[in-house]
């Protein structure tokens, strides 16, 4: 029987599901919008979501919500979304092996990404794997929208300890004391753990690393400020509400008139990892990981 090239159609059998309507329903995941996905697969708006309609009728639960203008998956959407990724990079590998893959690889971070190696990841990856194009994303969460399947891999910092994702360390960073420009901490070469006891610590309690136990228990900062992102944690410090501590990298890649970056001895090294979801990866992972090891590799 001839494989059906059609990427969507209003009609579906109650019992097969074909290829087009995976590669349908992937299109609305990534676009977030059915007139964009609609655009992008050249056909009309209503037979894409005709196809959806009958996706759904058939797994017998409803992928997307559409409550609101922007499309968002449901957690059965989420859940899916892996399954037809896997299906549809299986088939693509086994029909054509040597095709290069189009289908952009998005890379995730809550803040910092890559540290200084960034910028030589972006360039060396468009040098070498021009077919593939790099999306660096930041996103305000803990696995920088792994888990949510808003990206393919993630570049993280500190331990993940999450169910069904791989890791790889890549490297370790120095952390840093982040102060009010005018504080009298500020005027200090370095500082400890210790120094900051008295203080008031900023916690970005969404995507950030640092804790209270980050401290020795008879040396922790007085009182907490929680925050939900890097720009907030900067507009708090900088206010002089309380002091942070994050990466080294983040001195350099967010920098702030009002925060000044000391380094602290006595904290340990935070690490950066590589995250990716083994079940369904993107197609293109392990080159972004041999990749990611040769840039960040001692010289």
């Not at 609305?28 to 964009?36: D, V």
């Not at 449901?74 to 040597?98: I, K, N, Q």
């Not at 753990?193 to 309690?205: G, H, R, S």
């Amino acid at each position: 029987m001839p494989i059906a090239l059609r990427l969507c159609s209003a009609r579906m059998s109650r019992t097969n599901i074909e290829l087009r309507h995976l590669r349908c329903f992937l299109a609305i995941a990534e676009e977030g919008n059915l007139t964009r996905a609609a655009a992008r697969l050249h056909l009309t708006q209503p037979a894409v979501s005709r196809t959806l309609a009958a996706l759904e009728k058939h797994l017998g639960v409803r992928l997307v919500d559409r409550s609101t203008h922007h499309l968002a998956l449901t957690a059965e959407g989420r859940a899916f979304r892996e399954r037809a990724t896997a299906a549809v990079a299986a088939f693509d590998a086994a029909v054509a092996p040597g095709r290069p893959h189009h289908r952009p690889l998005r890379l995730g971070h809550a803040w910092s990404a890559f540290g200084p190696y960034t910028t030589p990841l972006l360039r060396r990856w468009q040098r070498e794997h021009p077919e593939t194009p790099l999306e660096l994303l930041r996103i305000d969460d803990r696995t920088a929208g792994l888990l949510r399947g808003e990206v393919d891999a993630a570049l993280l910092r500190g331990p993940v300890d999450v169910p069904g994702l791989a890791t790889e360390e890549l490297l370790r960073e120095a952390r840093v004391a982040a102060l009010p420009a005018d504080s009298e901490l500020a005027a200090r070469p370095e500082l400890t753990l210790a120094d900051l006891a008295d203080e008031t610590a900023v916690l970005n309690t969404v995507s950030g690393t640092t804790t209270l136990d980050l401290w020795p228990p008879d040396h922790r900062p007085r009182a907490t400020l929680t925050v939900a992102n890097t720009d907030d944690w900067l507009a708090a410090i900088a206010a002089g509400r309380g002091i942070g501590v994050s990466s080294a990298s983040t001195a350099s890649l967010h920098p702030h008139p009002g925060v000044t970056y000391r380094p602290l001895r006595d904290a340990p090294p935070l690490p950066v990892l590589l995250t990716w979801r083994p079940a369904a990866p993107h197609p293109a992972t392990p080159a972004l990981l041999a990749l990611a090891r040769e840039i960040a590799r001692p010289r």
